[in-house]
């Protein structure tokens, strides 16, 4: 339905579990973004990927750690999570022009985590 | 610095009244302004935006927005509202030629429309 598909949309893991999400876009975005999004909070950036190339980490603990193959592919491995990591994670994609600039984000359907 | 507010955490209407869900940025040199729409258990859907032209923009499932650049806000509208209208509302704004990493996204409005 979307361009943007997210796997799995419902994850359950122990605290020391390893796991990943992934996304894969379908829309020839250049660009890629991961979100969090948790109860009663605003919508918060992880990381982008422009080009494959991280462009923004904002200051995301280790235990979180992306991988871009290709543009359309976006991975979010997770390694001993902490409950309060639980949330909705978002993955969008976008189209960045030569300078940097962007049109409107794409979202997928999300992929709801539970840390046990 | 960027900005952006919903001042309304839920709004309630009845099923065919007009709705209006509010927001009010502030960003450095020209906005541009987009609504998302999300409903349960979903990812946001993009529902329109204003980069430039009629400060009147129309968008999916008959929403539309008014820019108004004096009072610094992108209400969103539509003029008969419908059960099937009742999800979560944000707001967000960038400044123009900023990447989309720097968008800001408003704290949501809950929209819920009685039958």
């Known amino acids: 339905e979307t361009g943007v598909t997210q796997t799995p949309r419902h994850l359950v893991m122990g605290m020391t579990n390893k796991k990943s999400l992934k996304c894969e876009q379908h829309l020839g975005h250049n660009a890629m973004y991961w979100y969090k999004q948790s109860a009663k909070k605003p919508l918060e950036l992880m990381f982008v990927?422009?080009?494959?190339?991280?462009?923004e980490n904002n200051s995301v603990p280790s235990r979180f750690s992306p991988e871009c193959p290709n543009s359309s592919h976006l991975f979010l491995h997770l390694h001993t999570l902490q409950p309060e990591d639980s949330a909705l994670y978002l993955c969008?994609?976008?189209?960045?022009?030569?300078?940097?600039?962007?049109?409107?984000?794409?979202f997928g359907e999300g992929s709801r985590l539970t840390v046990l | 610095a960027q900005s952006v507010a919903q001042p309304e955490d839920q709004v309630n209407v009845a099923e065919g009244n007009p709705l209006t869900v509010k927001c009010t940025y502030s960003v450095s040199g020209n906005p541009y302004l987009f609504w998302y729409v999300q409903y349960p258990n979903r990812g946001l859907q993009f529902l329109l935006k204003y980069i430039t032209g009629d400060n009147l923009v129309k968008g999916s499932y008959g929403f539309e927005a008014e820019f108004n650049k004096s009072q610094t806000s992108f209400h969103l509208k539509k003029p008969s509202a419908l059960v099937s209208d009742s999800a979560l509302y944000f707001c967000?704004?960038?400044?123009?030629?900023?990447?989309?990493?720097?968008?800001?996204f408003g704290s949501g409005t809950r929209l819920s429309i009685r039958p």
């Open positions: 990927y422009n080009f494959k190339e991280q462009t």
């Open positions: 967000a704004v960038r400044a123009e030629y900023s990447s989309a990493s720097k968008i800001i």
């Open positions: 969008a994609s976008s189209q960045v022009g030569l300078a940097g600039e962007a049109g409107e984000l794409f």
